[in-house]
């Protein structure tokens, strides 16, 4: 069983290297899987080439896709997300250090309308950050709570990253997006503890001059949350409806871009530029998705034919170590290869590989590849290469690279706490899921 072992790593190792080098994602896979056809099956075998892509491309799951990002895509160009910061940043009020609160509270909601990590960094490092150090913020604190906010991106629905990995991994995907939604309250919650303790055993770290710490008048309050109702449309448009029961992920999602539609008519920003615009951005992001992923399934095909993922398994199984040792060691690998590469392209190289073992040693699915996502998430912020780190600094052009990097550092720390309290407690990501 040993032999086909060479060939997974051979396979793997191939397309980090392409990757390494600089090639796109889906060219590194067409690549390798049209040499390992030729070795494994021959001239023949790029029938079964052809059938991938097309079971790939006419898999109905995957339409929630670009529905997702249709849907972002609406609400950023229609600059309904302007509203949302003016309304979340009246309702935060007198608290210590509301602009560090601001970042994250911010950041977890735009995580609801992008679910790309890199995207939520970008944005609020060109609109908020700047002006969290004009008026006396600590610059470390301040990029801190952003990338740690950004990060939750691709666990709070709607995340096109859950669709992916329950794609490949056969798992709910109705069920995958709601077990996101107590996990990343859970690290809201950690980032915003954090700060309150640095600020309280450092007040200067929050200035006690800011003019935005006056008193909110509840007027202003209440025409804040007046402005923020349109935006339940889109939450009981996609949560909402996954929650009852009632509608698919798919359907949701189609929902979700009504929902965005009416939300930028009430705010007076609907237009057929607009929607035109959204349409084509949404086109681009998607099919390369796709592209990446119908090159990806033969990849998984090709190391059931070559014997080499049963072979690894074996191995694997036959290590005889512990459930909770295993589940460290599977953790460890994307933790380490999502500092390098991009993490759809991780998923579509590892899930293959990790799908018998994950049976072998019966873990549930749900908490596992929750658990798997929030890793992949935590190495796009882990100097000295986490790519969501890049994204903010070339949206701060005022920073240094090495505040970034030492701004990330305890954030990473509060994930890994917050991974271990969601393994040792697996009924907080599988309570809401059970309830489907």
Not at 5 to 16: D, F, H, N, S
Not at 38 to 67: C, D, H, Q, R
Not at 245 to 272: D, H, W
Not at 277 to 292: C, D, N, R, T, Y
Request: charged share 10%; proline share 6%.
């Amino acid at each position: 069983m040993i032999e086909g072992i060479p060939a997974v790593l051979a396979g793997v190792g191939l397309l980090l290297l392409f990757m390494a080098a600089g090639m796109p994602v889906f060219v590194a896979f067409l690549t390798v899987n049209m040499g390992a056809t030729l070795l494994v099956l021959g001239p023949a075998g790029f029938g079964m080439f052809s059938g991938s892509f097309y079971e790939t491309a006419t898999n109905s799951t995957l339409v929630t896709i670009p529905l997702f990002i249709l849907m972002g895509e609406l609400l950023f160009r229609s600059r309904a997300v302007d509203v949302l910061f003016q309304s979340i940043d009246t309702l935060i009020g007198r608290v210590p250090g509301r602009q560090y609160v601001l970042s994250i509270v911010l950041a977890t909601v735009f995580s609801t309308l992008s679910g790309a990590a890199m995207g939520v960094a970008a944005m609020l490092g060109r609109s908020l950050l700047p002006g969290m150090i004009a008026r006396g913020y600590d610059a470390r604190l301040s990029v801190g709570t952003i990338l740690a906010g950004a990060s939750l991106a691709p666990l709070i629905p709607p995340s096109v990253l859950v669709i992916i990995i329950g794609t490949l991994a056969g798992v709910s995907i109705a069920g995958l997006l709601i077990a996101g939604i107590i996990p990343g309250l859970i690290f809201a919650g950690l980032f915003t503890t954090y700060v309150f303790l640095r600020i309280w055993r450092n007040p200067s770290l929050a200035p006690q001059n800011d003019e935005a710490t006056r008193r909110v008048e509840f007027k202003d309050a209440l025409i804040a949350v007046a402005r923020l109702l349109p935006f339940t449309i889109i939450i009981v448009s996609v949560m909402g409806l996954i929650l009852a029961g009632v509608a698919t992920p798919t359907e949701a999602g189609a929902m979700g871009v009504l929902g965005a539609l009416m939300t930028a008519a009430i705010y007076r920003n609907l237009s057929v530029k607009m929607v035109l615009e959204s349409l084509g951005g949404s086109v681009k992001i998607s099919a390369m998705i796709l592209i990446i992923m119908a090159s990806s399934k033969l990849f998984s095909q090709l190391l059931a034919f070559s014997g080499g993922a049963s072979a690894l398994t074996a191995w694997i199984v036959g290590l005889d170590v512990s459930p909770w040792l295993m589940l460290v060691l599977l953790m460890v690998l994307p933790f380490i290869l999502c500092m390098f590469i991009d993490q759809i392209a991780l998923m579509l190289i590892v899930i293959p590989i990790y799908l018998p073992i994950i049976d072998s040693f019966g873990y549930d699915p749900i908490w596992f590849w929750l658990l798997f996502l929030v890793n992949i998430t935590v190495g796009g912020i882990t100097p000295p290469f986490g790519y969501t780190l890049f994204a903010l600094k070339s949206a701060w052009s005022e920073g240094s690279l090495s505040t970034v990097f030492a701004a990330a550092w305890p954030f990473v720390a509060l994930f890994i706490l917050g991974m271990i309290i969601l393994a040792v407690a697996p009924g907080l990501t599988t309570y809401l899921p059970s309830k489907l």
